[in-house]
């Protein structure tokens, strides 16, 4: 991201188990809402993981075609729907006079699970004459960029990113190299729908789960009782763009991506993530020409394993100094559940907002830290906000620094 052209949000988009768009999303973070509930979904009651982040009241046909519902999965409608929020919020019109000037970027982990799993069904129970045509996409992790670049009309260098939960930062890193190299705007961002049992048994490997069944137990991280993660479904996109070419056009520039580096440490090895994740921080500032003690609030990955949880107080200790013991650090996800790559990407549109009203959200459920951080718990804190740190690190061992700048109005 070291060119002349800037990169900026424009637009935000939010499908969350906190409700749908910005502003249901933003107002639940800064009440310290829980979303976390009961998982009742069909299929799901025998087995041992009972809590998750469940979106609610989403209507896909309000937002997403009935050609494109047919052949989409859940996880896309988020996306397509998420993606049509952010363009109203940009004021970027589909189907552009140039259309090589407009880009797609997603990330996903999960795919098309529960359309998968109904073909499936489909084919034991009755044969391969009544599996639908499109079981060979609709699974498919980079059905999310195909879809929406096809319904838009956008040409551009469209990509899809698989680097473990991190991907969801990772994609806004690509959209800005995008317009780095020339691209107009990128739609760019993720968003998941893991809570089907097919998806649901593809987790349970997973050493830090949480199967309590406590919503208010569940997931915890940084306390001193955290006892795991629970997963959740969601994401968020965003309109991403050059700067000028914003300008031009009268759309207001929300934040700046200022810098992002990602490492690799290993699958669940959670004390060598302390080591890479400090990497990838030090590696976001330097490409921002940040300093340490610049950065105004943390976004933690939190997830809420205590191994886990201590090597990414160290990692922050290890890249910020003595600024790790001052800085807010909050974890609004512990409301939410872990949306795999759409968490990371509704940790973004968290702290886009949080730049904007110079108030950092805190971390539900928790009531305590042990680590030494200033976690920010019980009410939202007023603080002058002009740069942002998210992190995020996947279970498989990508570690991501992205570093959001507020933009300049």
């Not at 976390?36 to 989403?58: K, N, T, Y």
């Not at 921002?288 to 160290?314: K, Q, S, T, Y």
Request: glycine share 12%; aromatic share 6%.
């Amino acid at each position: 991201m070291n060119t002349t052209r800037s990169a900026v949000i424009t637009g935000v988009g939010v499908v969350s188990p906190h409700g749908i768009g910005a502003d249901d999303y933003w107002k639940a973070l800064c009440q310290g809402r829980s979303a976390l509930a009961p998982i009742d979904r069909e299929g799901c009651e025998h087995l041992p993981l009972r809590i998750a982040g469940l979106v609610r009241g989403f209507d896909a046909e309000a937002y997403v075609e009935a050609r494109y519902l047919v052949q989409t999965d859940r996880f896309t409608h988020f996306a397509m729907a998420a993606a049509e929020l952010a363009m109203a919020d940009a004021d970027l019109t589909p189907h552009p006079d140039d259309p090589f000037q407009v880009a797609v970027v997603t990330a996903a982990g999960s795919g098309g699970g529960e359309f998968g799993q109904r073909e499936l069904q489909h084919l034991w129970a009755e044969g391969p004459h009544h599996v639908g045509p499109y079981q060979s996409i609709a699974w498919f992790y980079a059905a999310s960029t195909g879809q929406i670049s096809i319904r838009g009309g956008f040409k551009g260098p469209c990509g899809v990113v698989a680097s473990d939960e991190a991907g969801g930062l990772d994609a806004l890193a690509h959209a800005a190299r995008a317009v780095g190299r020339g691209t107009d705007a990128v739609l760019a961002g993720a968003a998941e729908a893991p809570i089907a049992p097919y998806s649901m048994v593809c987790q349970l490997g997973y050493p830090g789960l949480s199967t309590t069944d406590d919503p208010d137990r569940a997931y915890r991280p940084f306390g001193t009782d955290a006892a795991g993660f629970v997963p959740a479904e969601g994401g968020a996109m965003f309109v991403v763009e050059d700067a000028e070419t914003a300008r031009r056009r009268g759309a207001r520039a929300r934040a700046l991506i200022a810098g992002h580096t990602a490492t690799f440490t290993g699958a669940a090895r959670w004390a060598d993530s302390r080591e890479g994740l400090a990497h990838a921080v030090r590696g976001a500032l330097a490409e921002a020409h940040c300093a340490p003690d610049e950065v105004d609030v943390v976004f933690a990955d939190g997830l809420g394993v205590p191994e886990a949880d201590r090597a990414e107080a160290l990692a922050l200790a290890d890249a910020l100094g003595d600024h790790a013991e001052r800085v807010p650090v909050t974890a609004p996800k512990a409301g939410l559940g872990r949306a795999h790559c759409g968490a990371p990407a509704l940790d973004v549109a968290a702290a886009v907002l949080a730049l904007e009203q110079g108030l950092v959200p805190p971390t539900p459920h928790t009531e305590d830290c042990p680590y030494g951080l200033d976690l920010v718990i019980g009410h939202p804190r007023p603080v002058e906000l002009r740069t942002a740190l998210v992190l995020s690190r996947g279970l498989m061992g990508s570690n991501t620094a992205l570093l959001l700048r507020r933009a300049r109005t």
